[in-house]
């Protein structure tokens, strides 16, 4: 009896057991079904190419920029050293191997610990799979649902993915810190090194942070995280990853990282950004998207030089700081620090390195920002960033800011500075560089510096390519990321000019034509508008070629009338000038708006021959995957495909690019522009011993002053101005202000690019002209009014032709509606009487209001 009851409690033990765990079965079974509806499709993570960082090179090779929205550098699987992944492991999911995407023992006890502590410790049990899951397809919240959809998804990926991929993903896309996203990346911002140079120690270093990279910092919680790494040693070698001997050596290296200053930065190693790159970054996220440009891992062969962008930039910069302490005008850099942070050095210097200041300036040598410490009867001491304190001290001497003079409360000048306290106070913060002896370079004394209220531009590209070698956009990328060489619309002024030239040659013209230079009246709304000379006087019958090398205004008005300022306007837009240039006469002096970086393109085609150039920052782009997603030179090479070639022999590249120009046009526009280097507006300033064309520009008031010329290789353009257009002063010119750029800049060019003669067309006839009256001369004539012109051969020139116009030119014209015009008849010097005009009607006019 007492038996048959046994068996029966027995017996209803196990049945409720047996149902229990049977509604446990069911309940979980359904818990899972229902969560496992509609989730995420895993079989993503197959074709998944997470976001990596986009590289900029130059063209020769040096990283000199990179992009990105998330730091990350991309490294498959096969390439991951066994150290780095053995650490990954031993410190998150040392049974990764054996598990099927998720590790119950784990669970239980966080599940455990949670209960225990009522919540306060709750810790997590994920698996290296259940992280990817997290990452890549849920939320990161600590919610049970969450938990059970992650192990869900790790066993399904378990069986579509092998352990190296899901693996792969996961040491790619961990956030370690620092910005730095995935193990490559991270190895480099800690250590700059590669993930094949890591010793133990700072493999295990890295595999610390993915819980809380924040709470692991290697300089602020600096023995939290070596308490962290020698844990993660220590379960490296219990997994048998390391030996007793490796681990004791490993343990017992001290904690080091570029945070630390124990190595130097890869950072330090690129070029700050500049106006360049910042370009390219804005050209590729127009063509490519931005999204695809911060994230594709896009590899960048941009075709700036090395060498000749420091050149570039050194030359603008000196020309503007010329004329800045020319104007004597202290303004400092805006910025102070408060007094009671100057009470030690740790102080001061941390509050300097979080000022915006501009830190990429080396004019002579490196600007460094710095900070009024005091300031005596005489001297003022600074400390400066980056150089260390001495017994003595640095000082700004008297003798450093006689030159300038403070602005005062009411906006007027204060006198002259004679002691450093006249322009500084205690907390100012500058900018000072080391003034050295230049013949050698011996320490002289820390001299004040203040980056320029005037700004400008300078371009050179390749004439043939349009590859663009430098540009300088601004004096400082960190003081105005404005670029003012691509973004920056100003009037070109007189540099404008040879596109009007341009056009008549084109209709019939010829440098050796006369125009009249006399005085002009056109009505327009606003009243009469006489347009004058820069120098307010007139000089009578000149021919073309007089009229460009001195910059002759009135000439530019009466050819322009004489063409049709809708001729001009197609010649402009036809070389990328313009979009639509309004046809009113002003602009043929230059007085609608457009970039240096169109004017220099444009001039690139008077320099090839009048072939079309289109210009670029980028050679090459590829992308993560090493495929070639464009190339700009598309010109034909057929001898580059031959594996060898005859010893002195070049490989022959057909182009294959349109002409914009007639070339005996482009060569007879040269020839002239090369007579404003050699004797004309710019000869002062311009002198390169082969042979260079180009045209000078100063716009109405000096408010833009130009320069824009070339070699038979290489173009390069200046302008300088005030952001806000304002006058300059007198003596404001192109030739005198750009002059001087272009000179310092091509200087160092024809050393490395050489320069040589102007390609002349096979189609020039040559004759001798006198440059002063446009008459034909002997063959064996010579003496410096003697110039061999290039005429189109078969076309017979005609000599002593005037144009005139007028002194009232187009005052009956009206405004807006077109009115045809014909051919007319002028009287030669002979006496005879011929037929000429424009091969084009003209268009409206305008008060334009320039010169």
């Not at 950004?273 to 999204?291: A, K, M, N, P, V």
């Not at 180009?694 to 070699?711: C, Y």
Request: charge should be neutral; charged fraction near 25%; proline fraction near 5%.
């Amino acid at each position: 009896m007492v038996f048959r009851f046994i068996l029966s409690f027995l017996g209803g033990i196990f049945t409720t057991l047996t149902m229990s765990i049977g509604m446990v079965a069911l309940t979980i079974g359904a818990i899972f079904w229902m969560y496992g509806r509609d989730l995420p499709s895993h079989e993503s993570l197959a074709q998944y190419t997470p976001p990596t960082i986009s590289r900029i090179y130059s063209g020769q090779g040096r990283l000199i920029d990179e992009f990105a929205k998330e730091r990350r550098l991309f490294a498959p699987a096969d390439t991951i050293p066994p150290m780095i992944k053995q650490a990954f492991i031993s410190a998150e999911d040392k049974n990764f191997y054996e598990h099927d995407g998720y590790d119950l023992r784990g669970i239980g006890a966080a599940a455990f610990d949670a209960v225990r502590t009522r919540g306060r410790d709750v810790r997590g049990a994920s698996t290296i799979t259940q992280q990817v899951m997290k990452n890549f397809l849920l939320s990161g919240d600590r919610r049970a649902e969450r938990k059970i959809k992650e192990i869900i998804l790790a066993a399904r990926v378990e069986e579509a993915l092998d352990k190296e991929k899901i693996l792969e993903l996961y040491l790619n896309e961990i956030f370690l810190g620092q910005n730095s996203y995935g193990v490559a990346a991270a190895s480099q911002t800690y250590f700059n090194k590669t993930l094949s140079e890591l010793a133990p120690h700072e493999a295990a270093f890295l595999a610390s942070l993915p819980k809380a990279p924040s709470d692991y910092h290697p300089v602020r919680r600096k023995d939290r995280l070596l308490q962290r790494r020698n844990f993660v040693l220590r379960e490296m070698n219990e997994n048998g990853y390391l030996s007793d001997e490796e681990y004791a050596v490993e343990r017992a290296q001290p904690l080091r990282s570029v945070q630390n200053g124990d190595f130097d930065s890869f950072k330090k190693d690129l070029p700050p950004r500049d106006y360049f790159t910042d370009e390219i970054r804005r050209q590729l996220s127009e063509d490519f998207g931005e999204g695809e440009f911060f994230t594709g891992g896009l590899t960048v062969r941009a075709t700036i030089d090395n060498e000749m962008q420091p050149i570039a930039a050194n030359a603008l910069r000196r020309q503007l700081e010329q004329y800045d302490r020319g104007r004597g005008v202290w303004r400092g850099t805006g910025q102070k620090i408060a007094v009671d942070q100057l009470d030690s050095e740790e102080n001061w210097r941390n509050a300097l390195a979080d000022l915006r200041v501009p830190r990429d300036i080396d004019l002579e040598n490196q600007w460094y920002p710095a900070v009024v410490l005091s300031v005596g009867d005489s001297a003022a001491r600074i400390g400066i960033e980056g150089v260390e304190e001495t017994a003595e001290g640095h000082f700004i001497p008297a003798k450093d800011v006689q030159w300038a003079r403070k602005r005062l409360e009411d906006g007027k000048l204060g006198r002259k500075a004679q002691v450093a306290g006249d322009l500084l106070e205690v907390g100012d913060v500058v900018l000072v560089r080391r003034m050295t002896a230049d013949a050698d370079g011996s320490f002289i004394r820390w001299t004040l510096r203040q980056v320029p209220e005037v700004q400008g531009a300078f371009v050179a590209m390749d004439v043939d390519t349009g590859r663009v070698i430098a540009m300088q956009g601004g004096f400082s990328y960190q003081a105005s990321v404005f670029n003012r060489a691509t973004q920056a619309q100003r009037q070109p002024g007189s540099s404008f000019k040879p596109f009007v030239y341009a056009s008549a040659l084109d209709s019939g013209y010829s440098p050796a034509t006369i125009v009249v230079d006399a005085p002009i009246e056109i009505n327009t709304p606003q009243g009469v508008w006489r347009p004058k000379n820069s120098s307010n006087r007139f000089y009578g019958p000149t021919p073309l070629r007089t009229g460009i090398e001195q910059s002759r205004n009135l000439m530019t008005i009466r050819l322009a009338q004489e063409v049709g300022m809708s001729v001009v306007g197609s010649y402009a837009e036809r070389f990328g000038v313009y979009d639509d240039l309004a046809p009113v006469l002003a602009n043929a002096l230059g007085s609608q708006e457009t970039t240096l970086f169109k004017m220099v393109s444009a001039y690139a085609m008077f320099a090839n021959g009048g072939e079309r150039v289109q210009p670029t920052l980028v050679d090459r782009v590829q992308d993560r995957y090493g495929k070639t997603v464009y190339k700009h030179d598309e010109r034909i090479c057929n001898d580059c495909q031959l594996a060898s070639l005859d010893p002195g022999l070049a490989p022959r590249v057909i182009s294959n690019r349109d002409r914009v120009m007639d070339p005996v046009t482009a060569y007879q526009l040269t020839s002239m522009m090369r007579g404003v280097v050699e004797r004309g507006t710019a000869r002062k300033a311009v002198d390169l011993g082969v042979p260079t064309a180009g045209k000078t520009g100063t716009t109405n008031d000096a408010k833009d002053v130009w320069f824009v010329g070339f070699t038979s290789n290489i173009v390069a353009g200046c302008y300088i101005g005030y952001d806000q257009p304002r006058p300059m002063g007198r003596g404001a010119t192109g030739g005198g202000m750009c002059g001087p750029v272009f000179q310092r800049f091509m200087r160092q060019a024809v050393k490395k690019y050489g320069g040589g003669k102007f390609k002349v067309p096979e189609a020039c006839e040559f004759i001798n002209i006198d440059r002063f009256t446009g008459a034909r001369l002997s063959n064996g004539a010579s003496g410096s009014n003697v110039v061999s012109e290039c005429f189109r051969a078969g076309e017979e020139p005609l000599f002593g032709i005037t144009f005139d116009g007028g002194f009232a030119m187009g005052a009956d014209l009206p405004l807006v509606e077109e009115v045809g015009r014909t051919a007319k008849q002028v009287t030669t010097s002979t006496g005879k009487k011929a037929v000429v005009g424009p091969k084009a009607s003209f268009g409206t006019l305008s008060s334009g209001g320039l010169y």
